[in-house]
């Protein structure tokens, strides 16, 4: 089992900067690619970003590219979301994920094995 807990959201304005953070604990959190993905009401659950064990490499959704940077920190159990220059469009609830399979797609919700449970993140114009 891994359990994670994310942090960091809140209420901000447009072209205002966040950073989440995501707390494993459990099995051993450098064995996992971790992803992030949000939810706004209404719609499907969606990728955000992915990095691969190691850091070794990452992966974004072309909304948030050159805006958000995931990063990890194996040595605290912790996985990171930089966000820069937020949007409305960004509003949702966040939630970090884990995965054991490293060669896993990282834009598969249903291949992520554990699950935290959100934090709200939202963006006024």
């Known amino acids: 089992q891994v359990q994670l807990v994310e942090s960091g959201g809140g209420l901000v304005q447009a072209g205002d900067s966040l950073r989440l953070a995501c707390a494993a604990s459990g099995r051993t959190f450098s064995n996992y690619a971790m992803g992030w993905f949000r939810q706004a009401p209404g719609k499907e659950r969606e990728f955000v970003a992915r990095?691969?064990?190691?850091?070794?490499?990452?992966y974004y959704t072309d909304s948030v590219k050159g805006r958000f940077t995931i990063s990890r920190d194996d040595a605290k159990n912790t996985v990171y979301l930089q966000m820069d220059s937020l949007k409305p469009e960004d509003t949702a609830v966040y939630y970090c994920?884990?995965?054991?399979?490293?060669?896993?797609?990282?834009?598969?919700?249903?291949?992520?094995?554990?699950w935290g449970q959100g934090t709200q993140v939202t963006v006024s114009s």
């Open positions: 990095i691969y064990r190691g850091s070794s490499s990452t």
């Open positions: 994920a884990a995965d054991i399979n490293p060669y896993g797609a990282p834009m598969d919700r249903y291949g992520y094995e554990y």
